[in-house]
């Protein structure tokens, strides 16, 4: 029998973005609030300190602030009909471990989704015709608008200090004209331009595109926020995505959000524990509580008024499906909801490389210090005869020249010997890389469920992941790749390389740690997990809260929106929920 | 935990011993003496420089020529294969040089070695596509120990009976590339899981921060301008096209960094 713990209002799994939001704001709401954490504790001192900080080997190459996958990990193929395996390390995405989860090692790119993306369907239907796309593309309406959201994006670029164009009490410079109404400006102004970013948007105005700043959580300037979480301003020291910030520069949650959790008596923080299960009554159609094991290597109960799913985003649908609640999705019948329309974000890009000695510094960087255009996201653009949907933003980020992986050569360089040595020796400060970071849509053969063949080190069967690129996103992807391409040659570049979207996916090369979908929102529960709250059509006491609520994946990166989430299900859990808990929407 | 029962010393995970370790406590406390503020530290695994000052004040007891794991035929394998696939030129020492087959011996005798934080359970499908990653049994270590036996055998099969180090360069490339393309049929791996496991090896020994024991002199940042741990460039990044020529620094000269700090407020 599991050890049994006190009973509580909450109990939240994890301890990143979502968990800081909601273990915040219910913990001053009056309830009381557990947070299960997998990882250890992390504070920006000591653990985020230079000069081990600034260490390429053992964070970007040896993965020190996250998932160790000899734990827990996920098996992988293409499609249906191939024999998953697992995921043996880390390649294509690093979630987090620890405290503050993937928000410690992110990059910063803050950026909201188009209003078309939250009605897809809807928004394809009325422009292009029911007959525009295929039934395999499954997009769906997500049951909220982006007018219901925007306040909480504002919240959220406040509570993170985001910077960019318009700022407060700033007058102009270029901004996003493909972005949809805001009703605040960000709080600071827009990063310093980099050599790479001011030859991206020469280029850019030539070609009659609208260059401009990208919104970044590397905060510009001394900066509180409305908690009262002070930032310092970014060094641009080149250690952003992979590192924690040494400076309280890039908006994580222990710098932004978590103190004032930790602050408070309501709140408790339990690290070195791994949720195995939700326990749930089915009669009563209510979740009870979870089952983790301990930092003592006990098995835990934890009884709890509301569970709330907060992991990174793929382990939610999935411990969903290791306990058993909800119908899992099933790609033969193409029934069931829990880890339907697994998405994902279509990676392609551009190198320009200059065979004069340009001084691009790629070292001298930030995570989110970048240029881009966004003329051709989704609802950017007329889609009218390409037959697809979706687009992407395409950008001159300069995040960082840690060699051992930053290293670029023109294609057609040998791999290895003494032509690639002297390729590298000559391009490192003469290269530009612009990418093409695309939109993913679902597709019936893409989802999460579980593999009895393979199981953790808990004895739960492991996740099992099937995805591959659709035929949209590959017209979409290779669409935006080609301005793109046309972008680079109008860099005067010597040579202009295009790495094309791969014939396949591949879990090996890293490309994103954007993984969405699987437990989705929606209007309806035959087609979604949770509705426009977050929470659960099955157990009304459950909710899930992370980029696995996506139901497709915008051409931006997910995080502003995650947080924008956040503090939508938060307000909604606070202000309703827990006043009267029971189902919020009726079918 | 008040009581010690020797029960519990029998239960450590992967150590020598708790008495062991208790006994020494005392000693290595009283001879170690940590350094001032803004002074070396006399254990630092820095890089030797010829004249920079750190040189001579770096304790004669650490060697980082040591071998920890593999043996004199590997080591001999391993010391020729890196210095192909970065080779020096008149300008730039190569992978030999850097010191690259020993940063690979140090990793592979700890923790990547052993494939921690691998997920290395069965069943295994050797013969997988590439889309899904490796999929071998081996933990880093058996794999070079595997493949290093089989490569040697199959070169003294090719060449007469030499071994790859006495080859041709010409010869140790070709054998290379018969090894990277998976046309090295050896009987235990696919031989280009072993190279492209070599080459991410090397790629790192010669690019990674000093104080791991490879990329020595930092040769590799000097080549390329890449100036290593340095925490800020907030005044820099804007000014296009700069020529940064600042002296690069490890993370092993920390104190450097450290006093710069405090001069520059």
């Known amino acids: ?587 | 935990m008040g009581r010690f029962s020797r029960r519990d010393l029998l239960r450590t995970a992967g150590a020598a011993g708790a008495a062991a370790a208790v006994t020494h406590v005392g000693e290595s406390r009283a001879q170690y003496a940590p350094p001032a503020y803004g002074e070396q530290p006399q254990h630092a695994a820095l890089p030797r420089q010829p004249g920079h000052p750190e040189a001579a004040t770096a304790s004669p007891i650490h060697n980082e020529n040591v071998l920890f794991f593999f043996n004199q035929d590997e080591a001999k394998f391993v010391r020729a294969a890196v210095d192909r696939l970065i080779p020096a030129d008149e300008k730039w020492g190569g992978a030999e040089a850097a010191g690259v087959l020993y940063y690979i011996d140090h990793q592979l005798a700890g923790a990547y070695g052993a494939g921690a934080r691998m997920y290395l359970k069965g069943p295994w499908q050797p013969d997988a596509p590439y889309e899904q990653g490796y999929q071998l049994k081996y933990s880093p270590a058996d794999l070079y120990h595997v493949a290093i036996a089989e490569i040697r055998h199959y070169v003294r099969k090719q060449h007469g009976n030499k071994e790859f180090w006495d080859l041709s360069s010409d010869d140790m490339d070709k054998a290379l590339k018969a090894i990277e393309s998976g046309e090295a049929q050896l009987s235990s791996i696919p031989s280009e899981v072993f190279f492209e496991t070599l080459l991410a090896n090397t790629i790192e020994g010669y690019f990674c921060d000093p104080a791991y024991g490879g990329n020595r002199d930092m040769v590799s940042w000097r080549m390329i301008g890449f100036p290593g741990a340095y925490a800020q460039y907030v005044g820099l990044v804007d000014q296009f096209g700069v020529n940064y020529t600042r002296e690069p620094l490890s993370i092993a000269s920390s104190y450097v960094r450290m006093s710069e700090h405090k001069q520059h407020g």
């Open chain 1, 1 to 587: 029998m599991p050890f049994r713990m006190k009973p509580v209002d909450v109990v939240l799994v994890g301890a990143g973005l979502t968990a800081s939001v909601l273990g915040k704001e219910l913990a001053e709401a009056g309830h009381t609030v557990v947070a299960l954490e997998r990882g250890r504790m992390r504070q920006t001192v000591p653990d985020f300190q230079s000069p081990a900080m600034h260490d390429e080997l053992k964070h970007s190459i040896r993965h020190a602030l996250m998932e160790d996958v000899s734990v827990q990990t996920l098996s992988f193929r293409n499609f249906p009909s191939q024999r998953a395996l697992p995921m043996r390390q880390l390649g294509s995405f690093l979630p987090g471990q620890g405290v503050g989860g993937a928000m410690v090692h992110w990059n910063g790119q803050t950026w909201r989704f188009q209003p078309s993306w939250f009605r897809l369907r809807s928004w394809a239907n009325d422009k292009y015709g029911k007959n525009f796309l295929s039934d395999e593309v499954t997009i769906q309406d997500w049951g909220l608008t982006y007018e219901e959201l925007e306040p909480y994006y504002s919240f959220f670029e406040h509570v993170c200090g985001t910077s960019g164009n318009p700022y407060k009490g700033g007058s102009g410079g270029p901004s996003n004209p493909f972005e949809g109404t805001r009703s605040q400006p960000y709080p600071n102004p827009p990063m310093k331009q980099s050599y790479s970013g001011y030859l991206f948007e020469q280029a850019a105005n030539k070609l009659g595109y609208h260059p401009f700043p990208v919104p970044s959580s590397n905060v510009t300037r001394h900066y509180t926020n409305q908690f009262g979480a002070e930032f310092k301003p970014c060094m641009y020291c080149g250690f952003c995505e992979d590192y924690g910030c040494e400076h309280f520069a890039k908006a994580s949650p222990q710098v932004a959000i978590l103190p004032f959790a930790l602050a408070n008596k309501n709140f408790e923080l339990r690290t070195e524990s791994y949720v195995t299960r939700v326990n749930f009554d089915a009669k009563a159609k209510v979740a009870t509580g979870v089952t983790y094991v301990d930092a003592r290597g006990r098995e835990v109960f934890q009884p709890a008024s509301l569970v709330a799913l907060c992991a990174f985003a793929h382990h939610n649908p999935i411990l969903m499906l290791q306990s058993g609640i909800g119908t899992p999705y099933d790609p033969k019948t193409r029934k069931g909801t829990v880890g339907r329309n697994y998405t994902y974000q279509t990676i392609s890009g551009i190198d320009v490389f200059f065979d004069d000695d340009k001084h691009i510094n790629p070292f001298m960087g930030a995570g989110a210090l970048g240029t881009a255009i966004n003329d051709f996201n989704n609802g950017s653009f007329d889609h009218s005869g390409l037959g697809f949907v979706g687009g992407a933003y395409i950008a001159a980020y300069q995040t960082n020249g840690r060699p051992i992986q930053y290293h670029p050569v023109p294609h057609g360089t040998p791999r290895w010997g003494l032509k690639w040595k002297q390729a590298v020796a000559k391009y490192y400060g003469s290269a530009v890389h612009l990418i093409v970071h695309g939109s993913s849509t679902p597709h019936p053969n893409n989802y999460l469920g579980l593999d009895r063949n393979y199981s953790d080190a808990f004895g739960n069967p492991l996740g099992m992941l099937t995805f591959d690129f659709s035929y949209n996103d590959r017209l979409m992807s290779n669409f935006v790749t080609q301005k793109a391409q046309e972008i680079g040659q109008a860099m005067g570049g010597s040579h202009v390389d295009a790495t094309w979207l791969d014939e396949h996916y591949s879990i090996v090369p890293y490309q994103t740690t954007h993984n969405t979908g699987g437990a989705i929102m929606g209007e309806n529960p035959t087609t979604s997990v949770v509705n426009k709250y977050l929470q659960s059509w099955d157990l009304h006491n459950l909710w899930v809260v992370g980029a696995c609520a996506y139901p497709q994946n915008d051409g931006y990166n997910p995080t502003g929106t995650l947080g924008a989430l956040a503090f939508w299900a938060a307000d909604t859990l606070v202000n309703k929920y827990m006043r009267n808990p029971g189902p919020l929407v009726h079918t």
